[in-house]
């Protein structure tokens, strides 16, 4: 996607977003769009992680998409400018990246497990240390190589993260334990003993390749989402010429003007405006709304609505990247990627830790050089060590994705499908909650709620003979009153002279009789009388919002029909339940003020706004961000895919649209609306494990590297036991994961 943007100062300005390959960390996305920012003719930049994308605003006359892509590559990224393939590079680029992370941490976890084996249980078996050489040089030289490569490039542009630290650690354990297995006397003639960490090294990357995996694998499923939107647009159309002539041609190749046919159950290519024929058209993915829209001379219809029973032909007036659809889809990307990349909590504290612990390290060193007696290079050289060895990023690496797993295991156990690890950590912070109506707050399907036969004598064989009209009724009111009858018995009965009067009803003929079903207006054409206490009937059921359908025999009204999309049971529940729990609840809807009000005051919500178009929900929601608000934002349908996209915590109801699923970051399997505050609790329990997971690994640290570096040797003489140093290492990790696995005994 590109716009033209005139600037006084960069002359004429082009904005365009370009697919990004070979980002690892949020840092790499940072470095990519320093880069391009500094690069000659670009007006500015911004790079997302989470899509793996980048927008530039550039000078066409003064740099070219090759040199952004050799300015990328140079510091070894990549940046996709094909135009055609631009999103099958990038997906086949986060397949292939997937696989290979998927194949190092299944190689890393089946190596590392002997060795952790042989050094807990059989450290004294002969040639242990050489076994365990041998199984962990491939896991940290190749499978673990993506970190090393990663802490380079950290290293390159002065910054540190958890890939560093799990290099810095990784790399001196093996290195240092190699040497050891090699030269074990050089430790041995200082009356010293040669330990080795290869288990520590090992076990490590496995741990951490698990982490990137699970990670990689939330992160491959964002443009899934736009592809199904895209994929809403028929790649092909039929172009009806003069005198008939019908011909089909891609949809690229569609003009403004062109005259194209619909056809029954094809989906509208592109909008325009009805020339002949009439159709209801299936509109809920603009609208939101469940009842099929009447399309005749005259009216718009828009690019990716599916077209019903009937046939017409219609007039392009958008086509591209002007219609309804593909602004919808452009508005869906821009939201995904306005998001800033949040830098990882561990990836902020390795930052600083790093630095920390390589300068304790090295004071270690000297102050062992200038204070050690005998020996002092030796005490300075292993203390030095053993500081970078025991500041292991295992327990603070473990710290957020174990409780992350088990939140997300317990947020399955209860309907609560979760997607993102950054939704999770958010969800605690939601204080407004944006409910779509339709689907959402009521059951999404135009339902039966009151049916009234007036002459009750006939009544059996009256009801008989609606269904029978109704079967064959293309009007989408009439598939709700025969799934009314559905499992009622009644008998099937033919019925004669049927005749569509379309927007109005249908009239059929039966034992000489005519009988009509339709609206108002039909009625008054046909000259049906209607008694005043009739009209009052009508009048409190509109006053309910429900949609009125009449039932008539010859010139006399015999039935009346309510028709409504219900609330379902378990709304208003949870509705006050968030109020209860402090957060402000909205209902944003595309229905009429008056249908908006009644479910308003019916669910309990105070505030809402009828007749909002997809782009006015995500502005109503970018709104409430302005005003220092976190949004959640539920919806089922595509019409709601933008505003989804713009909330900080996107929830989707499991029985809405595919789309609105590959948004969202969370999906309710159910359509029970009690969900959203148990997974806002949820949210709440897994930052708190994630939270007391990271004060005990600081502890660790806070404890054990002073330690390490012999802070207690000028009062009593005690030097930190390397196996002992190991051993509490395991132990962090194992009151870190035994934290995490408590969350998953709590309630919500």
Not at 514 to 534: A, F, H, P
């Given at each position: 996607m590109?716009?033209?943007?005139t600037?006084?100062?960069?002359g004429k ?6 697919p990004?390959l070979?980002?690892?960390?949020a ?8 880069m ?11 790079v ?6 980048a ?5 066409p006359d ?5 040199d952004?892509?050799?300015t990328?590559?140079?510091?070894g990224y ?17 397949r ?10 299944i190689?890393?976890s ?5 060795i ?12 242990a240390?050489?076994?365990m050489?041998?199984l962990s040089?491939?896991?940290?030289v190749?499978?673990?190589?993506s ?8 290293a390159?542009?002065?910054k540190?993260?958890m890939?560093?630290?799990?290099a810095?650690?990784t790399?001196?354990?093996?290195l240092f334990?190699a ?7 050089f430790?041995?003639r200082?009356g010293?003993h ?12 496995a ?12 992160k491959s ?15 092909t ?13 891609p949809i690229?190749?569609?003009k403004?003007?062109?005259?194209l ?7 509208i290519?592109?909008?325009?405006l009805?020339k ?11 609208t ?7 399309k ?5 219809v828009?690019?990716g ?17 002007d219609?309804v659809?593909?602004q ?9 990627g306005?998001?800033?990349s ?10 600083i830790f790093?630095?920390?612990?390589i300068?304790?390290?090295i004071?270690?060193f ?21 500081v ?6 295992c327990a ?9 797993m088990?939140?997300v295991g ?6 609560i ?8 950590e ?5 204080n407004a ?16 709620t009151?049916?009234?036969?007036l ?8 009801q008989t ?15 709700a ?9 009644l008998p ?19 034992n ?7 609206n ?10 209607i ?13 309910q919002?429900k ?25 208003k ?6 109020r209860r ?15 908006a009000a009644?479910v308003?005051k ?18 109503f ?11 959640a934002?539920?919806g089922d349908?595509?019409?709601d ?17 595919d789309?609105?699923m590959d948004?969202?970051?969370m999906?309710l399997?159910?359509s029970?609306?009690?969900?959203i505050?148990?997974?806002?609790k949820?949210?709440r ?9 990271l004060?005990?690994?600081f502890i ?6 002073p330690?390490?570096?012999?802070v ?12 002992i140093?190991g051993?509490?290492?395991a132990?962090s990790?194992?009151?870190v994961?035994?934290?995490s ?7 919500l």
């Amino acid at each position: 996607m590109s716009a033209t943007i005139t600037n006084k100062q960069h002359g004429k300005l082009v904005k365009e977003t370009f697919p990004v390959l070979e980002m690892t960390c949020a840092a790499c996305a940072v470095s990519v769009e320093s880069m391009l920012k500094s690069a000659v003719g670009v007006n500015d930049a911004g790079v997302n992680f989470a899509n793996q994308s980048a927008w530039v605003e550039y000078n066409p006359d003064t740099t070219t998409k090759t040199d952004l892509q050799n300015t990328i590559r140079s510091i070894g990224y990549d940046l996709v400018i094909d135009t055609e393939n631009r999103e099958e590079i990038k997906e086949a680029s986060q397949r292939k990246n997937y696989r290979n992370i998927k194949q190092r941490t299944i190689w890393a976890s089946i190596l590392s497990l002997p060795i952790a084996i042989i050094g807990m249980f059989f450290m004294n078996m002969p040639g242990a240390n050489w076994i365990m050489m041998i199984l962990s040089a491939p896991v940290v030289v190749y499978f673990g190589k993506s970190f090393f490569i990663s802490a380079w490039k950290q290293a390159l542009h002065r910054k540190a993260n958890m890939d560093t630290l799990v290099a810095l650690s990784t790399g001196v354990a093996f290195l240092f334990s190699a040497f050891n297995t090699i030269y074990p006397d050089f430790w041995h003639r200082r009356g010293l003993h040669a330990h080795v960490y290869f288990e520590a090294a090992s076990v490590i990357i496995a741990f951490i390749s698990l982490g990137k995996l699970l990670e990689e694998k939330a992160k491959s499923n964002t443009s899934s989402a736009l592809k199904k939107l895209m994929g809403l647009q028929p790649k092909t159309v039929t172009v009806m010429h003069e005198g008939g002539h019908q011909m089909e041609m891609p949809i690229s190749a569609v003009k403004v003007g062109d005259v194209l046919l619909v056809k029954p159950g094809e989906k509208i290519p592109v909008d325009g405006l009805v020339k002949s024929g009439e159709s209801f058209v299936d509109e809920s993915m603009i609208t939101g709304e469940p009842v099929a829209v009447l399309k005749k001379n005259g009216t718009k219809v828009f690019a990716g609505t599916i077209n019903q029973r009937g046939s017409f032909q219609f007039s392009a007036e958008k086509v591209g990247g002007d219609t309804v659809l593909a602004q919808i889809t452009k508005m869906v990307q821009e939201a995904q990627g306005s998001k800033a990349s949040v830098q990882k909590l561990v990836d902020k504290i390795a930052g600083i830790f790093v630095p920390v612990v390589i300068g304790i390290a090295i004071l270690t060193f000297v102050v062992w050089m200038i204070a050690g007696a005998d020996n002092a290079f030796t005490h300075a050289l292993l203390n030095a060590i053993t500081v970078l060895v025991i500041a292991c990023p295992c327990a603070l690496g473990l710290a957020t994705p174990t409780a992350i797993m088990v939140g997300v295991g317990k947020g399955a156990e209860n309907n609560i499908l979760i997607k993102d690890a950054e939704s999770l950590e958010l969800g605690h912070k939601v204080n407004a909650v944006v409910l779509d109506k339709t689907g959402t707050i009521t059951e999404g399907k135009p339902a039966v709620t009151n049916l009234m036969m007036l002459d009750e004598k006939n009544s059996l064989i009256h009801q008989t003979i609606l269904k029978a009209i109704e079967v064959q009724s293309e009007h989408p009111l009439a598939e709700a009153v025969v799934a009314y009858f559905d499992g009622t018995g009644l008998p099937p009965l033919a019925v004669e002279k049927l005749e569509s009067i379309t927007g109005k009803g249908i009239r059929a003929m039966y034992n000489g009789r005519q009988y009509s079903v339709g609206n108002r207006k039909l009625m008054q054409e046909l000259g049906v009388s209607i008694s005043t206490s009739q009209n009052t009937v009508l009048e409190e059921l509109q006053q309910q919002a429900k949609t009125t359908v009449l039932f008539a025999e010859n010139k006399h009204l015999i039935g009346i029909i309510a028709i409504a999309d219900k609330i379902k049971a378990s709304s208003k529940e949870a509705i006050q339940s968030l109020r209860r729990a402090g957060i402000e609840v909205y209902m944003l809807t595309g229905d009429n003020a008056q249908t908006a009000a009644v479910v308003a005051k019916e669910a309990g919500i105070l505030q809402f706004k009828a007749e909002v178009m997809p782009a006015e929900k995500a502005a109503f929601i970018e709104l409430l961000q302005k005003q220092g608000k976190v949004v959640a934002m539920v919806g089922d349908g595509i019409n709601d895919s933008h505003a989804l996209a713009q909330a900080d915590v996107s929830i989707a109801m499991g029985k809405g649209s595919d789309i609105a699923m590959d948004v969202a970051k969370m999906t309710l399997i159910t359509s029970d609306l009690n969900s959203i505050p148990k997974a806002l609790k949820l949210s709440r329990k897994t930052v708190q494990a994630i939270r007391q997971n990271l004060f005990w690994a600081f502890i660790y640290n806070l404890i054990g590297i002073p330690l390490a570096a012999g802070v207690l040797y000028p009062v009593n003489g005690f030097l930190l036991n390397p196996m002992i140093a190991g051993a509490a290492m395991a132990l962090s990790s194992v009151s870190v994961v035994s934290n995490s696995l408590r969350l998953k005994m709590s309630k919500l």
